[in-house]
């Protein structure tokens, strides 16, 4: 999400076609590892609710109802997404490396190791080193059918590397230099090496507003708010699944 609503701001300023906000649902979950989802699955429900009940994987889920609770999908997307995500991770849990070897299939031209591992840990609620199908399915429910605020929240605690309530130059650097090298060297226009650096003054030129050189997350939300182009590309995400 980060890096679509960052590095795509000025193609997401027009009202996103029927078409296009389904070629951006197969990009979307292509981004994610564990959530290859077909176009036309077809769901065997006694099967697959039987999977939540019987423990074949060593990580077992909870409910389907408690599922269904925690998140804005339907029993039948939580259907869909549980056969996929164990089909991928039959332990029922994946660790970071095996994450990040999941997420460098999409980004071949570039190096996705860094931003796979922020993003693994903004999955990683527990910080116990893996993601089970609950931490990846609510994470997956905030960014595509979350409020507005709850994305926003989402993204700012993706930037907070260190989750002291703040984003830091250091740490927004951090992040704009991963998502510059999971675009790869050979992107078309080249983008410069200070291009990251410049992206980080920019935003804090916009976001810290008392000019403090961190950005809280009060800042964060009110000035993505006020974003006209930041707020299309979060609509953009409506239930795009």
């Known amino acids: 999400m980060s890096s679509n609503s960052k590095g795509s701001k000025e193609s997401m300023c027009n009202s996103p076609s029927g078409q ?127 409020t507005v605020t709850d994305r926003l929240c989402w993204a700012f605690s993706l930037y907070d590397l260190n989750k002291d309530g703040c984003v830091t130059k250091e740490e927004m650097n951090d992040i704009m230099k991963s998502i510059y090298d999971l675009m790869g060297k050979y992107t078309y226009p080249c983008m410069k090496d200070s291009a990251p650096t410049e992206h980080v003054e920019s935003f804090f030129q916009k976001m810290d507003r008392n000019n403090d050189g961190v950005v809280t997350m009060e800042e964060f939300l009110e000035s993505c708010q006020k974003d006209e182009a930041i707020m299309e590309s979060m609509q953009m995400l409506d239930h795009v699944i």
Do not use: W
Not at 37 to 45: F, G, N
Not at 51 to 65: G, H, I, K, M, Y
Not at 68 to 78: A, N, P, R, V
Not at 124 to 134: I, R, S, T, Y
């Open 20 to 146: 296009s906000k389904k070629n951006m649902k197969q990009r979307f979950l292509k981004l994610l590892p564990c959530c290859h989802v077909d176009s036309t699955p077809t769901v065997r429900k006694d099967s697959i609710e039987e999977d939540f009940e019987l423990a074949t994987v060593c990580c077992r889920p909870d409910s389907l109802e408690k599922m269904l609770e925690q998140t804005k999908f339907t029993k039948t997307e939580l259907q869909i997404l549980y056969r996929s995500f164990k089909n991928e991770c039959p332990t029922g849990l994946v660790n970071e490396e095996t994450f990040k070897l999941i997420y460098s299939n999409f980004f071949p031209q570039g190096d996705s190791s860094a931003y796979a591992h922020f993003l693994f840990e903004a999955f990683d609620k527990h910080k116990n080193g893996a993601v089970n199908f609950e931490d990846f399915v609510v994470g997956l429910s905030i960014i595509l059918r979350g």
